[in-house]
Nanobody, 120 residues
Framework: QVQLVESGGGLVQPGGSLRLSCAASGSIFSIYAIGWYRQAPGKQRELVAAITMGGSTNYADSVKGRFTISRDNAKRTVYLQMNSLTPEDTAVYYC??????????????WGQGTQVTVSS
């Protein structure tokens, strides 16, 4: 019903920047919130940043001041601007949507993930 596609990952040097995109498509009635999560090998998936329907945002302490989440409602796309990247930011990044489909079923949806590697 709702499909999420992440893009923008890649290899970047420490101190560099990347912008991730999460595009929502499908039979969407509404999206209430989008969150960016990441999972590094051997670690639990963690919330990085989230943005709600009302535009409020929250960030993990580890990325505050470096990452910025934003959205383009017309494009149904959420972005994660990542600056001052460190090797500790290396992970697969996933977007998650709290959304209601056209059938009015509200569910949690996940994208396929995009790899971010920060290395010299």
């Amino acid at each position: 019903q709702v499909q999420l596609v992440e893009s923008g990952g890649g290899l970047v040097q420490p101190g560099g920047s990347l912008r991730l995109s999460c595009a929502a498509s499908g039979s969407i009635f509404s999206i209430y919130a989008i969150g960016w999560y990441r999972q590094a090998p051997g670690k639990q998936r963690e919330l990085v940043a989230a943005i709600t329907m009302g535009g409020s945002t929250n960030y993990a302490d580890s990325v505050k001041g470096r990452f910025t989440i934003s959205r383009d409602n017309a494009k149904r796309t959420v972005y994660l601007q990542m600056n001052s990247l460190t090797p500790e930011d290396t992970a697969v990044y996933y977007c998650n949507a709290d959304a209601r489909s056209s059938s009015l079923k509200r569910s949690d949806y996940w994208g396929q993930g995009t790899q971010v590697t920060v290395s010299s």
